[in-house]
């Protein structure tokens, strides 16, 4: 089993649809959640973190952390062509980052 | 800030042949990341500095790899001799714990792009 674990997609929905991205994990020690995004054939760049349990939300997007579920989600609310790109979560405890294989979100116009 | 700096970008080379990849970190960060992505394995952390000392390379999948922080501003990746099952994207990462509790905000370079034929 691996440490986390995230459905691939890929996964199309029309613009303003509301998107939701999980992740479970395997670890309990992980203190850290993160949500990167990455566009095609660029680096993937933090979109959101937490620490702990909890929601947390910006704009458009909220994360929520569910320790005792060791689950994890994003939230994309009103969704734009410009959020097409490839989601990772990740999860870190003592500087070691662990990604999850990403899903592949397209938001077609 | 020009951000995490990685060469070359794309690198096409035959199995056998020695490859180094190249990265300068964002100044002041004192983490750096060494990841490599594949489409069936997804994104795997290979190794990582602080404070140019390596911490942790059990990523690091076989004694033909090898990385190197002889600065705060540059690293290197090498693959010797390299094999076609090594292609992927790798990519390098910094970040800077006086930022945060944990090295968790990692700024990702572009990738270099390596094909082994």
């Known amino acids: 089993q691996k440490e986390v674990e995230q459905d691939p997609g890929p996964l199309s929905v029309p613009e303003g649809a509301i998107v939701s991205l999980n992740c479970t994990y395997s670890?309990?020690?992980?203190?850290?959640f993160m949500w990167y995004r990455q566009y095609s054939r660029k680096g993937p760049e933090l979109l959101m973190y937490t620490y702990s349990s909890g929601n947390k939300e910006d704009g458009r997007f909220t994360a929520q952390v569910d320790k005792s579920s060791k689950y994890i989600s994003l939230f994309i609310r009103d969704s734009q062509p410009s959020d097409s790109a490839t989601y990772l979560c990740a999860m870190s405890v003592n500087n070691d980052m662990r990604f999850g294989a990403g899903t592949r979100l397209t938001v077609k116009p | 800030d020009a951000g995490v700096i990685q060469s070359p970008r794309h690198e096409v080379t035959e199995m056998g042949q020695e490859v180094t990849l190249r990265c300068k970190p964002i100044?002041?960060?004192?983490?750096l990341f060494w990841y490599r992505q594949t489409m069936m394995r997804g994104l795997e952390l290979l190794i990582y500095f602080n404070n140019n000392v390596p911490i942790d390379d059990s990523g690091m999948p076989e004694d033909r790899f090898s990385a190197k922080m002889p600065n705060a501003s540059f690293s290197t990746l090498k693959i010797q001799p390299s094999e076609p099952r090594d292609s992927a994207v790798y990519f390098c990462?910094?970040?800077?714990?006086?930022?945060?509790?944990?090295?968790?905000?990692?700024?990702f370079g572009p990738g270099t792009r390596l094909t082994v034929l």
């Open positions: 670890n309990s020690a992980f203190q850290y």
């Open positions: 990462a910094s970040s800077s714990l006086a930022r945060t509790r944990d090295a968790h905000e990692q700024f």
């Open positions: 100044s002041g960060h004192d983490y």
